[in-house]
């Protein structure tokens, strides 16, 4: 990584050795930054002229003569930004950092991003090529494939299609959603799954033809983890060297502050938490952590980690739970069906009946737990939205409990209110209105339900809060995208339109989804999300201020650097 930031030790002379001494002793400042704009982010959307750093925090910001005049000794580092720009450290809500370190880094990684999309044929001349690197004894894993992305639209692998890359090897492939998987027949074959084991439960199905058949296609996690669990487990070495990878290129799109939704999820709890333990507490992991334990993994009476248990690296929030699947996979829950494929009754699926789901997060959410509950579908989000309503009767202060419904993708202005009632802040996957609108819009859903998707406009009418994420690896992480996708709600396939006007948000607004808002969604806004006195000093320097960017640039904003605790990261 390349800094332009030049950093000066400045020893003036003005002031006598006793002087600096004392000054050093009893109010100097560690670090100053000076000469760019100094983005707050606090209840003003200040900008100041220079922030002074002691011991970690925050301790001065102002104008920058004040802040000298009150901090600057011959002992302080003095940083000028050279016109580029200062602002609290983005804080991503929502990825999933093991999943992401386990699909990108360890196996072959298919998303597609790009305007060009891929074909079943060249899906299948990638994964023929990786087939070549593999060691024997393994399974082809992959991730990244996306009918709804795909040329023909809707174009979808099968164990057929798949039993032509290979019948000797078994193969899985993750939907973009990570809600969907294909398998070819030697995975079944090695899973002992075939066409008369039931369905493992919990929204779980193998999917199959109307002669009762497998066809290859696996929906939603238990199923899918049924497969998973058959693979040769990586090295530890090997997850610890993807784990510290994603961590560094998290952090390399200007983030601080991690969520990891799902812990426990992949390589189970215990596996997940000694992992996690020691590798945020390493000097050289560049993001601290704020964890949700997988609620389905907790049995009855659960009391081994406490609410907000840990520390600045790594502290245990909430528990997650998944009520249903993925709108772009089409397997989200709806109150009416879907428009794809034409003449379809299919609105997709609940993943837990309104008892099951409630009996699940009572008592977390009797011990203090803050509960994220994964929702697409307006249905799901109703049945949520009751859920947590039975939860919060009864207390005097329903909003201090922070509750979360994730991606609140198809939902009703109604709902949209109730949410803002509770206190409830929901987390937009905003690159669905980018990368998945015009698909959206055009087949899978219909204008009226695509221009309600992601409804930040609509939260912030109701002086609410809401925040951005990538769902990593649903999407890739970068903060700087989510601000252009939630301003300008642009859809990325040609002719580019954009999708619901209505829920457009200025750039501030924006801003605070990635950065306070984003930390108040994980009980880390007395600590950071804004350059405040008293907070600590997590930092991001950008080549350009977002502020005085058009929209549509403000995702090529480079990062510079990020700080942590006032100390530079490494990535």
Do not use: C
Not at 239 to 265: D, H
Not at 297 to 309: A, S, V, W, Y
Not at 521 to 550: C, H, I, W, Y
């Amino acid at each position: 990584m390349k800094h332009f930031i030049q950093i000066a030790l400045i020893t003036t002379g003005l002031i006598g050795s006793q002087q600096a001494s004392i000054a050093a002793s009893a109010k100097a400042a560690d670090t100053i930054f000076y000469g760019g704009p100094i983005v707050t982010v606090n209840a003003k959307n200040e900008e100041v002229q220079a922030l002074a750093v002691q011991d970690g925090k925050i301790v001065g910001l102002g104008k920058k003569a004040a802040v000298l005049k009150d901090w600057q000794a011959n002992t302080t580092k003095m940083v000028d930004l050279q016109g580029q720009t200062l602002m609290p450290g983005f804080v991503e809500p929502h990825v999933h950092i093991m999943m992401t370190a386990l699909t990108e880094e360890l196996w072959l990684n298919l998303s597609n991003f790009s305007a060009q999309y891929d074909t079943l044929d060249t899906l299948s001349q990638k994964l023929k090529a990786h087939l070549k690197t593999l060691p024997k004894g393994q399974w082809l894993g992959a991730f990244g494939v996306d009918p709804s992305r795909t040329n023909p639209f809707m174009a979808e692998l099968t164990a057929d299609v798949l039993d032509k890359v290979s019948t000797d090897v078994p193969i899985m492939v993750i939907n973009q959603s990570g809600h969907i998987a294909y398998v070819n027949h030697k995975a079944f074959e090695l899973a002992g799954i075939n066409d008369k084991t039931p369905n493992p439960g919990d929204g779980g199905i193998y999917m199959k033809d109307a002669q009762g058949r497998l066809t290859g296609v696996v929906v939603e996690p238990t199923a899918i983890l049924s497969l998973i669990k058959k693979m040769p487990p990586p090295s530890e070495a090997d997850i610890v060297r993807a784990i510290q990878k994603t961590a560094k290129n998290i952090a390399s799109k200007g983030v601080t502050t991690s969520a990891e939704i799902t812990l426990g999820l992949m390589l189970g709890l215990d596996n997940e938490l000694k992992l996690f333990k020691a590798m945020t507490h390493s000097d050289d992991f560049p993001i601290r952590v704020r964890a949700y334990l997988y609620g389905p993994l907790l049995g009855k009476g659960f009391n081994t980690i406490k609410p907000n248990e840990g520390d600045d690296r790594l502290r245990f929030v909430g528990i997650k739970f998944v009520a249903d699947g993925s709108t772009q996979g089409i397997t989200a829950a709806l109150s009416e069906p879907y428009l794809y494929p034409r003449g379809t009754h299919f609105r997709g699926n609940l993943d837990y009946k309104d008892d099951e789901i409630y009996a699940l997060t009572k008592p977390l959410f009797d011990q203090g737990w803050q509960i994220a509950t994964h929702a697409n579908g307006d249905r799901t989000i109703e049945q949520t939205l009751n859920t947590y309503s039975k939860l919060l009767a009864g207390n005097t202060d329903p909003k201090a409990r922070r509750m979360r419904i994730e991606h609140f993708t198809i939902n009703t202005p109604e709902q949209v209110k109730k949410a803002a009632q509770l206190g409830i802040i929901p987390g937009f996957t905003i690159g669905h209105v980018d990368y998945w609108g015009e698909a959206f819009h055009n087949h899978i859903v219909g204008p009226e339900r695509a221009n309600r998707i992601d409804p930040s406009a609509s939260f912030k009418k109701e002086g609410a809060r809401f925040t951005y994420h990538s769902d990593s690896p649903v999407s890739n992480v970068g903060p700087l995208n989510y601000i252009t996708e939630g301003s300008g709600r642009l859809w990325q396939k040609a002719p580019r339109k954009v999708l619901g006007p209505n829920e457009r948000v200025s750039v501030d607004d924006a801003i605070r989804a990635v950065t306070i808002d984003a930390a108040y969604s994980m009980f880390s806004d007395d600590k950071v999300g804004s350059l405040e006195v008293g907070k600590q000093a997590d930092l991001v320097v950008l080549e350009k201020n977002p502020r005085k960017t058009p929209v549509e640039q403000i995702r090529n904003i480079k990062v510079k650097s990020t700080w942590i605790d006032g100390k530079q990261q490494n990535w």
